[in-house]
């Protein structure tokens, strides 16, 4: 990392921290919105990204560990902080056993494998009545206190899963593992040819990228304080992910991060301007995104923003 | 006696599993896009169907060449000057793309048309064959029928006439069939032309049996999705044979376990098929290899 870059970042994590005490709850309560999908786009970056394994349903770690931490809070009556590591471990287990069988398909059969597994997870959750609350969904305990102590609990919880999922993903990008996983990317046979155990490191990847989500999900029903399998099952926070991520730049640390800062920020603005035409307009962002800055806009606006660049990207994948 | 009804309502439900599966499969197989709005497209059918019942009378089996026309041309367009534009992309850009034009089209569908379940319900509606102790509706008799007729039709178009040649050589090489004389942008956007009308067609078919509303389009697409896994790609006849299972195993299941499994059945079938044969049931090997 170079110097101006640790800079920057450390200037951007200070203006984070000191933010909740300057804004208000409103931007409070965005900006933990955004947290929550940095969460995920990063640590979903960790398998989609460095591996190029499209995981689509990676959400459903996210409902998993909502639910974990729902269980536990209410059946159990564990502290909310307490049931934080049983979240990433349930991503971790939950990885590790569907990556042996399904981490051998390549493409969109192991994209649509991993929705397959979402909608069967949410199906089971939604029948398991007496644990789970079923349809009827999962009240949590209440967090005590001032509203404005809550808000800003949430917003710091928040803050730091996704510096746990950036630090996830540096400290990978940087040990062996990391490029491992490039490599497996670029030329799976090839990369197996070289001596690298490509099944265990995929499940690997599959595994810590799971923790993250997982954990970002028992956070977000502790916030919500009300989970059904709709609301943490959500098949558009996949695509919001996938945009996140491709926008900012697929395989690298912080891209997923400012994808997500800058799309979430767009959609916040259009959701209070426009609410009729809200989802139309998320839409045809991601349609917009995909044809002209597939590549995310750092690499694409490197040396500056030109029309020319967006056009030279739209020609490179027709047919 | 009830085994039978199941399996018989099982088996007309599949059949129009099968003409959803049948463009969505055909799509996937040649263009390599697995289209994620495909049960958007078919809900365009559906109202364009719905509106002409609600302001002509319209008898609804007569609006099937209407919403076939009408969605063939929509899917010529958007291959043409959309989706030929990232067909050598990524896959996940192409899943994104499609998925992005669900999201546009389910929210612009429920801005005009209402989230409202609506339903079309011509007079003899009510009307059934009985067979001793089995009820058969004759509207799903006709559905039934139609939805095998089309897939029949299909099969010889594809076989027979020089665009459906063009279409399989096209997705066999692409290379080869640019030498020959094809031109691929024009195939590519023919074969999403079809598969698009053929949602027209299903969504027609759709409006007779089930009420539908915008949000019912995420389900459609996962049935197309898992009967062309299921009967393999870009096969017609895989698509038929993965649809009747389809169907058979969804009321065969929903009687047995309880309607509330359903999916969850559907989806681990689906999966598990996945992992043993990923080509399906029928598929062969050089139909949509995986391709990166």
Same mark, same amino acid.
């Given at each position: 990392?170079?110097?101006?870059?640790?800079?920057?970042?450390?200037?951007?994590?200070?203006?984070?921290?000191?933010?909740?005490?300057l804004v208000s709850g409103y931007w409070q309560r965005v900006l933990t919105q955004t947290f929550l999908f940095a969460s995920i786009a990063v640590g979903s970056n960790i398998i989609i990204g460095y591996t190029g394994y499209p995981a689509f349903g990676n959400i459903a770690f996210f409902g998993v560990g909502a639910?974990?931490?729902?269980?536990?809070?209410?059946? =159990?009556?564990?502290?909310?902080?307490?049931? /934080?590591?049983?979240?990433? !471990? @349930?991503?971790?287990?939950?990885?590790?056993? #569907? %990556?042996?069988?399904?981490?051998?398909?390549?493409?969109h059969y192991f994209a649509i494998a991993t929705v397959g597994v979402m909608e069967t997870i949410k199906e089971l959750i939604d029948n398991m009545t007496e644990l789970t609350g079923g349809g009827l969904g999962l009240t949590l305990p209440i967090m005590q206190g001032e509203p404005e102590h809550i808000y800003r609990?949430? =917003?710091?919880?928040?803050?730091?899963?996704? /510096?746990?999922?950036?630090? !996830? @993903?540096?400290?990978?990008?940087?040990?062996? #593992? %990391?490029?491992?996983?490039?490599?497996?990317?670029?030329?799976?046979?090839?990369?197996?040819?070289?001596?690298?155990?490509?099944?265990?490191?995929?499940?690997?990847?599959?595994?810590?990228?799971?923790?993250?989500?997982?954990?970002?999900?028992?956070?977000?029903?502790?916030?919500?304080?009300?989970?059904?399998?709709?609301?943490?099952?959500?098949?558009?926070?996949?695509?919001?992910?996938?945009?996140?991520?491709? !926008?900012?730049?697929?395989?690298?640390?912080?891209?997923?991060?400012?994808?997500?800062?800058?799309?979430?920020?767009?959609?916040?603005?259009?959701?209070?301007?426009?609410?009729?035409?809200?989802?139309?307009?998320?839409?045809?962002?991601?349609?917009?995104?995909?044809?002209?800055?597939?590549?995310?806009?750092?690499?694409?606006?490197?040396?500056?923003?030109?029309?020319?660049?967006?056009?030279?990207?739209?020609?490179?994948?027709?047919? | 006696?009830?085994?039978?009804?199941?399996?018989?309502?099982?088996?007309?439900?599949?059949?129009?599993?099968?003409?959803?599966?049948?463009?969505?499969?055909?799509?996937?197989?040649?263009?390599?896009?697995?289209?994620?709005?495909?049960?958007?497209?078919?809900?365009?059918?559906?109202?364009?169907?719905?509106?002409?019942?609600?302001?002509?009378?319209?008898?609804?089996?007569?609006?099937?060449?209407?919403?076939?026309?009408?969605?063939?041309?929509?899917?010529?367009?958007?291959?043409?000057?959309?989706?030929?534009?990232?067909?050598?992309?990524?896959?996940?850009?192409?899943?994104?793309?499609?998925?992005?034009?669900?999201?546009?089209?389910?929210?612009?569908?429920?801005?005009?048309?209402?989230?409202?379940?609506?339903?079309?319900?011509?007079?003899?509606?009510?009307?059934?064959?009985?067979?001793?102790?089995?009820?058969?509706?004759?509207?799903?008799?006709?559905?039934?029928?139609?939805?095998?007729?089309?897939?029949?039709?299909?099969?010889?178009?594809?076989?027979?006439?020089?665009?459906?040649?063009?279409?399989?050589?096209?997705?066999?090489?692409?290379?080869?069939?640019?030498?020959?004389?094809?031109?691929?942008?024009?195939?590519?956007?023919?074969?999403?032309?079809?598969?698009?009308?053929?949602?027209?067609?299903?969504?027609?078919?759709?409006?007779?049996?089930?009420?539908?509303?915008?949000?019912?389009?995420?389900?459609?697409?996962?049935?197309?999705?898992?009967?062309?896994?299921?009967?393999?790609l870009g096969r017609i006849e895989g698509a038929l044979i993965g649809g009747l299972l389809l169907g058979v195993l969804e009321t065969f299941s929903s009687y047995l376990i309880g309607e509330s499994y359903k999916n969850a059945i559907a989806f681990g079938l689906m999966v598990l098929v996945l992992i043993v044969k990923?080509?399906?049931?029928?598929?062969?090997?050089?139909?949509?290899?995986?391709?990166?």
């Amino acid at each position: 990392m170079k110097k101006k870059n640790v800079i920057s970042f450390a200037l951007f994590i200070i203006t984070l921290a000191v933010l909740p005490h300057l804004v208000s709850g409103y931007w409070q309560r965005v900006l933990t919105q955004t947290f929550l999908f940095a969460s995920i786009a990063v640590g979903s970056n960790i398998i989609i990204g460095y591996t190029g394994y499209p995981a689509f349903g990676n959400i459903a770690f996210f409902g998993v560990g909502a639910y974990v931490t729902g269980v536990l809070t209410t059946k =159990y009556n564990m502290a909310f902080v307490a049931t /934080l590591p049983f979240c990433a !471990l @349930s991503g971790i287990v939950l990885a590790i056993l #569907l %990556g042996i069988p399904i981490l051998r398909l390549k493409g969109h059969y192991f994209a649509i494998a991993t929705v397959g597994v979402m909608e069967t997870i949410k199906e089971l959750i939604d029948n398991m009545t007496e644990l789970t609350g079923g349809g009827l969904g999962l009240t949590l305990p209440i967090m005590q206190g001032e509203p404005e102590h809550i808000y800003r609990f949430f =917003y710091y919880a928040m803050l730091l899963c996704m /510096l746990f999922a950036l630090l !996830l @993903s540096y400290v990978i990008s940087k040990v062996k #593992l %990391g490029y491992a996983l490039r490599a497996i990317r670029v030329d799976e046979d090839a990369a197996s040819v070289m001596g690298i155990n490509t099944p265990l490191y995929k499940t690997f990847a599959w595994a810590l990228s799971a923790s993250a989500v997982g954990i970002a999900g028992g956070i977000y029903a502790y916030w919500l304080s009300y989970i059904d399998p709709h609301t943490v099952f959500v098949g558009t926070y996949s695509v919001k992910m996938f945009a996140m991520i491709l !926008l900012g730049g697929a395989g690298t640390v912080m891209g997923p991060l400012l994808g997500a800062f800058t799309l979430e920020l767009i959609s916040e603005l259009i959701w209070s301007k426009f609410i009729a035409i809200h989802g139309m307009v998320l839409g045809l962002l991601i349609i917009f995104i995909i044809l002209f800055i597939p590549k995310g806009m750092f690499e694409t606006f490197k040396g500056g923003f030109s029309f020319r660049k967006l056009l030279t990207n739209l020609r490179e994948n027709s047919l | 006696m009830i085994i039978l009804q199941i399996l018989i309502n099982g088996l007309l439900l599949g059949a129009f599993y099968a003409l959803i599966g049948i463009g969505f499969s055909l799509v996937w197989g040649v263009t390599n896009i697995i289209n994620l709005s495909h049960g958007a497209i078919a809900l365009l059918g559906a109202y364009l169907t719905f509106f002409l019942f609600q302001t002509f009378r319209l008898d609804p089996f007569l609006s099937i060449p209407v919403s076939f026309i009408a969605m063939f041309s929509f899917g010529y367009l958007l291959q043409r000057y959309l989706m030929n534009f990232v067909v050598k992309a990524q896959i996940f850009m192409l899943l994104i793309l499609t998925f992005g034009l669900e999201i546009f089209l389910v929210n612009f569908m429920t801005t005009f048309f209402s989230a409202d379940f609506r339903s079309v319900t011509p007079s003899y509606a009510g009307n059934s064959l009985v067979l001793g102790s089995i009820v058969i509706p004759y509207i799903r008799l006709a559905v039934f029928s139609i939805c095998v007729i089309i897939a029949v039709a299909m099969a010889l178009f594809l076989d027979k006439t020089w665009p459906g040649k063009a279409i399989k050589a096209t997705s066999l090489d692409i290379e080869a069939s640019m030498m020959s004389g094809i031109n691929p942008a024009k195939i590519y956007a023919l074969t999403f032309a079809l598969g698009s009308g053929l949602a027209g067609v299903s969504g027609t078919l759709l409006t007779l049996t089930q009420a539908f509303s915008p949000s019912i389009a995420g389900g459609l697409t996962l049935r197309a999705f898992i009967v062309s896994i299921l009967g393999g790609l870009g096969r017609i006849e895989g698509a038929l044979i993965g649809g009747l299972l389809l169907g058979v195993l969804e009321t065969f299941s929903s009687y047995l376990i309880g309607e509330s499994y359903k999916n969850a059945i559907a989806f681990g079938l689906m999966v598990l098929v996945l992992i043993v044969k990923p080509s399906g049931l029928m598929g062969r090997k050089y139909y949509a290899e995986v391709k990166h």
